[in-house]
């Protein structure tokens, strides 16, 4: 069997250390210490195109060394990939748990607005007669007449009152809601 034939899978250190010099190599025209040495524009292109081919190459190298290890760990010891995964789950909840906080602040605020729109004399109703997740944005959902709304946030119930097609004027929803 002679040594061409056998392959060598490139050990970390190696790797780390090839990818270091390549990545020197990249800046090393960008921190040349000799100003007066003149280069001109193409060899530079050249080289640094040559460079960061490279450095391009040896960091898929790093990659697969690493995917490698890990495919390894996981077929060695499945347990770690999934407590791995719990964690990430548990992490993706945490994240989602607090984007749906973030957003029923943000309802309150946005109803807490509308209520005090609707309470400025010369508006009929109040939003006291209208349950809190009655009124959604638009797109969908139910209003407070209980019927589903119908591309839009128009609302029903107390605020029938007002009349059809007249718009809130100011309103943090916009002139694309009315009442109905």
């Known amino acids: 069997m002679n040594s061409s034939s056998v392959t060598v899978s490139p050990t970390p250190g190696n790797l780390l250390d090839e990818f270091e010099e390549a990545y020197q190599n990249c800046l090393a025209p960008l921190i040349r210490e000799d100003p007066l040495t003149c ?11 040559a460079n960061t081919a490279h450095f391009i190459e040896m960091g898929r190298a790093m990659q697969a060394f690493f995917l490698q290890k890990r495919f390894q760990l996981a077929a060695q010891k499945p347990e770690l990939v999934m407590m791995e995964d719990a964690a990430e789950l548990r992490g993706e909840l945490v994240r989602k748990d607090e984007l ?81």
Request: aromatic share 2%.
């Open 39 to 49: 280069v001109e524009e193409s060899e530079l292109r050249t080289n640094a195109e």
């Open 100 to 180: 749906i906080k973030k957003q029923s602040e943000k309802l309150v605020e946005w109803q807490a607005t509308i209520a005090s729109m609707l309470s400025r004399p010369g508006l009929v109703g109040t939003m006291s007669s209208v349950p809190p997740m009655a009124v959604q944005g638009a797109g969908g959902g139910m209003m407070g007449g209980g019927r589903p709304a119908s591309g839009g946030c128009l609302m029903t119930g107390s605020h029938a009152g007002m009349g059809q097609g007249q718009h809130m004027m100011g309103s943090p929803m916009g002139a694309a809601c009315q009442v109905k």
